[in-house]
């Protein structure tokens, strides 16, 4: 069966500090991936997917940045935390192809503070 | 641009009362609704996908219904174990984007 693991659970890093959250799946091959960020009542924001190594989409510019070095590895990184990148961090992994998509597995998430 | 709207925003409901949680979505031509729970702290865990008008899904007390404007999840006697978050996204058909939108969430409390 297709797990998928992400870590830390939580953490708090000052302001200005560098990121790099990671994200694994097992038992699927060639899944796109997902970084996704939740805030407090504002729902789930895709801040980037990839369907293949080294192939990252942005959707939303900022200064967090994503690489996917291996088929099954994600990770999500900056050069210096703000404030406003406090949040909860998802990891999601999705198998489709073209026209099927049939939803996303969640990583249990990162709560990241920035102080 | 595909929308989502959840509501209610939060829902409190005595052990036993049944009631919905309503997904209504604007999408040019739809190709999948999903149904997500998510407990706090956690990820979204997935319950449902529905792709046309008219189906129905149920697993344990919870029925997830579709028509061409919106989506149900009736909740039948529900228990303090229901409480969580639960989220609807919003998959748009033929030319458009296959990347999820999400609402944001009915937050449910169910009251022993």
Redo the contacts between chains.
């Keep these: 069966s297709q797990t998928i693991h ?1 870590w830390p659970a939580t953490l708090v890093q000052p302001v200005g500090s560098p990121l790099s959250l990671e994200c694994t799946v097992e038992g699927t091959s060639n899944p796109n991936l997902y970084w996704y960020r939740q805030a407090a ?4 924001q ?1 801040l980037f ?1 990839s369907v293949g190594i080294g192939q990252i989409s942005s ?1 939303v510019p900022q200064n967090l940045s994503a690489s996917r070095p291996q088929d099954r590895q994600f990770i999500l990184s900056s050069k210096k935390l703000l404030l406003s990148d406090s949040g ?1 961090y ?1 990891c ?1 992994w999705s198998r ?1 192809r ?2 099927d ?9 990162t ?1 990241l503070t920035v102080v | 641009e595909d929308q989502v709207t959840q509501s209610p925003e939060a829902l409190r409901l005595q052990e036993g009362e049944s009631s919905s949680l309503n997904c209504s979505y604007t999408v040019s031509g739809l190709r999948g609704l999903f149904w997500y729970r998510q407990d706090p702290g956690k990820g979204p865990e997935f319950l449902f996908t529905l792709y046309s008008a008219g189906e129905e899904k149920e697993k344990e007390r919870l029925k997830a219904t579709l028509t061409k404007k919106e989506s149900f999840l009736h909740i039948t006697a529900p228990k303090p174990e229901d409480s969580a978050t639960y989220l609807c996204a919003v998959q748009a058909g033929p030319g458009g984007s296959y990347i999820p939108t999400f609402g944001r969430g009915t937050s449910l409390i169910v009251h022993p």
């Excluded at chain 1, 998509?101 to 998430?109: A, C, H, L, P, V």
């Design positions: 992400q009542g504002r729902g789930l895709l997917y959707e909860f998802l999601a489709d073209g026209r998509f049939y939803g996303y597995t969640f990583g249990s998430g709560r």
